[in-house]
Protein backbone atom coordinates (compact mmCIF):
# COMPACT_ATOMS: atom_id res chain seq x y z
CA UNK A 1 0.00 0.00 0.00
CA UNK A 2 2.95 2.16 0.90
CA UNK A 3 4.76 1.95 -2.38
CA UNK A 4 1.36 2.43 -3.98
CA UNK A 5 -0.06 5.17 -2.68
CA UNK A 6 3.10 7.89 -1.53
CA UNK A 7 3.08 9.26 1.89
CA UNK A 8 1.47 13.14 1.81
CA UNK A 9 3.53 16.24 1.67
CA UNK A 10 2.79 19.48 2.87
CA UNK A 11 0.58 21.18 5.70
CA UNK A 12 -1.99 18.43 7.05
CA UNK A 13 -4.53 20.96 7.54
CA UNK A 14 -4.30 21.14 3.58
CA UNK A 15 -4.73 17.55 2.84
CA UNK A 16 -7.30 15.90 0.86
CA UNK A 17 -9.54 12.95 2.68
CA UNK A 18 -7.12 10.79 0.41
CA UNK A 19 -4.23 12.21 1.22
CA UNK A 20 -4.94 11.62 5.26
CA UNK A 21 -5.73 7.79 4.99
CA UNK A 22 -2.44 7.32 2.84
CA UNK A 23 -0.96 9.02 5.83
CA UNK A 24 -2.55 5.95 7.87
CA UNK A 25 -0.82 3.87 5.77
CA UNK A 26 2.23 5.04 6.74
CA UNK A 27 1.88 5.84 10.28
CA UNK A 28 -0.17 2.59 11.24
CA UNK A 29 -2.20 3.16 15.15
CA UNK A 30 -2.15 -0.43 15.40
CA UNK A 31 -0.91 -2.00 19.23
CA UNK A 32 -0.48 -5.62 19.65
CA UNK A 33 -0.90 -7.35 22.97
CA UNK A 34 2.01 -8.72 24.88
CA UNK A 35 3.11 -11.48 24.00
CA UNK A 36 3.57 -11.40 20.34
CA UNK A 37 4.34 -15.10 20.21
CA UNK A 38 1.42 -15.76 21.91
CA UNK A 39 -1.13 -14.42 19.91
CA UNK A 40 0.48 -13.51 16.39
CA UNK A 41 -2.80 -13.18 13.92
CA UNK A 42 -5.05 -10.70 14.10
CA UNK A 43 -8.90 -11.61 13.95
CA UNK A 44 -11.95 -9.10 13.47
CA UNK A 45 -15.51 -9.97 12.76
CA UNK A 46 -18.29 -6.96 11.58
CA UNK A 47 -21.88 -8.51 11.47
CA UNK A 48 -24.76 -6.28 10.40
CA UNK A 49 -27.62 -5.92 13.11
CA UNK A 50 -29.91 -8.21 10.77
CA UNK A 51 -26.75 -11.07 10.78
CA UNK A 52 -26.30 -11.07 14.39
CA UNK A 53 -28.08 -13.92 16.53
CA UNK A 54 -28.13 -16.69 14.07
CA UNK A 55 -24.46 -17.98 14.49
CA UNK A 56 -22.97 -16.79 11.57
CA UNK A 57 -20.65 -14.86 13.59
CA UNK A 58 -19.17 -18.01 15.41
CA UNK A 59 -19.41 -19.65 12.55
CA UNK A 60 -16.85 -17.54 10.84
CA UNK A 61 -14.79 -17.07 13.73
CA UNK A 62 -13.86 -20.91 14.37
CA UNK A 63 -13.21 -21.03 10.05
CA UNK A 64 -10.61 -18.36 10.60
CA UNK A 65 -9.48 -20.35 13.18
CA UNK A 66 -8.68 -23.64 11.38
CA UNK A 67 -7.01 -21.87 8.82
CA UNK A 68 -5.28 -20.16 10.85
CA UNK A 69 -3.98 -23.15 12.68
CA UNK A 70 -3.40 -24.76 9.43
CA UNK A 71 -1.22 -22.37 8.44
CA UNK A 72 0.67 -22.63 11.63
CA UNK A 73 -0.16 -19.68 13.61
CA UNK A 74 -0.41 -20.57 17.13
CA UNK A 75 -2.80 -17.59 18.44
CA UNK A 76 -4.82 -15.00 17.76
CA UNK A 77 -5.73 -11.79 19.41
CA UNK A 78 -8.77 -9.32 18.93
CA UNK A 79 -9.62 -5.70 19.60
CA UNK A 80 -12.85 -4.54 20.84
CA UNK A 81 -14.66 -1.17 21.93
CA UNK A 82 -14.90 -1.23 26.00
CA UNK A 83 -18.01 0.27 25.14
CA UNK A 84 -19.00 -2.61 22.89
CA UNK A 85 -20.51 -5.07 26.05
CA UNK A 86 -21.66 -7.73 23.73
CA UNK A 87 -18.04 -8.76 22.51
CA UNK A 88 -16.01 -9.85 25.38
CA UNK A 89 -18.75 -12.57 25.92
CA UNK A 90 -18.81 -14.04 22.70
CA UNK A 91 -15.14 -13.96 22.52
CA UNK A 92 -14.90 -15.50 25.62
CA UNK A 93 -17.40 -18.38 24.52
CA UNK A 94 -14.95 -19.02 21.74
CA UNK A 95 -11.94 -19.42 23.93
CA UNK A 96 -10.19 -15.65 24.16
CA UNK A 97 -9.25 -14.41 26.96
CA UNK A 98 -8.72 -10.54 28.18
CA UNK A 99 -5.04 -9.52 27.71
CA UNK A 100 -4.89 -5.75 28.42
CA UNK A 101 -7.01 -2.73 28.20
CA UNK A 102 -6.27 0.56 26.83
CA UNK A 103 -7.55 4.21 26.90
CA UNK A 104 -10.16 5.64 28.46
CA UNK A 105 -13.66 3.90 29.98
CA UNK A 106 -15.24 5.69 27.77
CA UNK A 107 -13.10 5.49 24.79
CA UNK A 108 -11.05 2.20 25.30
CA UNK A 109 -10.67 -1.12 23.95
CA UNK A 110 -9.94 -4.55 25.24
CA UNK A 111 -7.58 -7.06 23.86
CA UNK A 112 -8.29 -10.44 23.46
CA UNK A 113 -6.33 -13.25 22.63
CA UNK A 114 -6.45 -17.20 22.18
CA UNK A 115 -3.93 -19.83 22.05
CA UNK A 116 -4.79 -22.12 19.41
Request: aromatic share 12%; with cysteine; hydrophobic share 35%.
Amino acid sequence: MCARFPEPKGIEKDWSRSQQIYYCYHHPDYFCPEPYADYPSHMHIDLLERARGQGLGRKMMLQVIDILRGRGSVGAHVAVSILNFPAPPFYEKLGFRELVRTGTPSDGCIYMGKKF
